[in-house]
């Protein structure tokens, strides 16, 4: 029965396409076959009313394409799981609340008592963005992209239980988490998922021991075939948390159940973690997400602003890539600020719109370049020496690196003339002022130079 309906579901998706059945369909569950009844369940009234009077009749075409013998298509409102109809009252048909942000479950579960389902409220919904399509891979995220795309295809297989991912802030644990949920739904609905912040995890294990309900806490999570756990660290010190957690993931893992966990620091540099758990943890799959490079960046930015179908000048994108380098989120931010901007002024994006829009996080990213460091650089690219950059020598070799170096000075640090001049070997500011516009003159007009020097200045930026 499960395959009919995970059939039907599919069908329904591809007729209606991606939104509507988010919206509308995704909730249903199949509770089981009363007779010739399909007995569907949704959350609300509303959903049900709606349900019934636009897809009613699909539905039970699409049923009796599948299993003759159903005749109509019954949609009900779910009870809440904790209601008295879970607590010994079994109805014939078992009552449960679709769990938001879970694979749907399918499982019409045997007779005797149905196991708990993951209520609503103890995970988070699933964001709609984060899916495999939309996860830029470039070198610094490929391998945890990977792990995280083999444990889609084959959730529990050998080697990658648990999976580990970790990372430093908004470089997209949380994405690719979200990714293997979708991928799973899609793909295996009948998995259920359940992917829930430590955070949550803490309060819920707490309410239930308040309300000495743990037995109700610890069935419902060991029911689940895929857990996902986001921000592990969060449970550092919490000793008692972490001791649940811990025979939760080994019941999970010895009945061949997948396990995803995330946490700012690899398994072993997660102090205040109770080894053995430290030690279970890094048993499977460790995947790090390293810090993203100018590169990734800015394909990540290009991604965005296609998908949000606002033309954003590769200037513009270099300029956010170079700058905003030590977080995902923050550069997605600043790239948001500019398309609504744009969007409510009705103008296009321009390097002077980015600049003016983002004064402020382009200010606070500034980054601080020593002169010093940008002499070794430019020596470096031209194969000169250090002394060179401050040397009274003139010849043109030696004399051009040196402009180019005093105009990345000026360019990018706070320094006045006077006081770059002095640390080029004590020279006059107008030496400075002239080694500037002589440096953006040939830019303009010779495309070779210009991007030998963008190329420093990124790498002297990034
Ligand atoms: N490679 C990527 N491609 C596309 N978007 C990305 C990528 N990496 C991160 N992002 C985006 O950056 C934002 C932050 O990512 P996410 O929330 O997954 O980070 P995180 O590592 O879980 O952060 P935290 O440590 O704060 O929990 C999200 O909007 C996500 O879509």
């Not at 990540?300 to 977080?327: D, F, G, H, M």
């Not at 996080?361 to 020596?379: D, T």
């Not at 320094?415 to 003159?441: K, Y």
């Amino acid at each position: 029965m499960a395959a009919c309906w995970a059939r039907i579901r599919g069908r329904l998706r591809e007729e209606v396409g991606e939104v509507e059945y988010r919206t509308w369909l995704r909730q249903m569950t199949l509770a089981g076959i009363d007779g010739e009844d399909a007995v569907i369940l949704l959350p609300t009234r509303f959903l049900r009313d709606w349900v019934n009077s636009h897809y009613g009749d699909r539905l039970r075409a699409l049923w009796q394409a599948e299993e003759s013998a159903v005749r109509r298509v019954e949609i009900r409102v779910a009870q809440a799981a904790a209601e008295p109809a879970m607590a010994g009252a079994e109805p014939r048909v078992p009552a449960r609340t679709e769990p938001v942000g879970l694979a749907e479950s399918l499982a019409v579960r045997p007779a005797e008592r149905p196991a708990p389902e993951i209520r609503s409220d103890w995970v988070v919904p699933l964001e709609a963005r984060f899916t495999f399509d939309t996860f830029v891979v470039g070198k610094p995220n490929e391998f945890a992209h990977a792990c995280a795309r083999r444990v889609a295809e084959k959730p529990a297989s050998q080697g990658f239980n648990p999976l580990f991912l970790y990372g430093g802030v908004g470089l997209g644990k949380t994405h690719l988490m979200h990714a293997i949920a979708w991928a799973i739904r899609e793909h295996e609905p009948v998995r259920t998922v359940a992917y829930m912040s430590a955070e949550k995890f803490m309060y819920r294990f707490i309410a239930a021991l308040r309300s000495q309900n743990t037995m109700e806490f610890k069935e419902t999570l060991r029911a689940v075939d895929v857990l996902m756990i986001d921000d592990l660290q969060f449970l550092i010190g919490k000793d008692n948390t972490q001791e649940e957690f811990f025979h939760t993931f080994n019941a999970l893992v010895d009945q061949g159940k997948q396990i995803v966990v995330s946490a700012d620091k690899s398994p072993s540099d997660l102090s205040g973690i109770e080894d053995r758990l430290r030690t279970r943890l890094g048993c499977g799959m460790v995947a790090d997400l390293h810090a993203t490079t100018y590169e990734l960046r800015f394909s990540i930015l290009q991604a965005k602003a296609a998908a949000a179908r606002v033309e954003v000048p590769a200037k513009v994108l270099e300029l956010l890539a170079s700058r905003i380098t030590a977080n995902v989120r923050e550069l997605e931010g600043a790239l948001n600020r500019l398309v609504a901007h744009a969007g409510l002024f009705g103008r296009p994006v321009t390097i002077d719109s980015a600049q003016e829009v983002l004064h402020d996080v382009l200010r606070a990213h500034e980054r601080r370049v020593s002169i010093e460091e940008i002499q070794r650089k430019v020596a470096e690219h031209y194969n000169l020496r250090l002394t060179d950059m401050v040397s009274a020598r003139r010849a043109r070799n030696v004399a051009r690196p040196r402009q180019v170096a005093m105009y990345l000075a000026k360019q990018l640090t706070q320094r006045s003339l006077p006081e770059i001049g002095r640390r080029f070997g004590n020279r006059d500011h107008t030496t400075v002022m002239h080694a500037v516009s002589r440096v953006s003159e040939l830019m303009q007009q010779d495309a070779g130079f210009a991007e030998d020097v963008t190329l420093l200045r990124k790498m002297l930026e990034s």
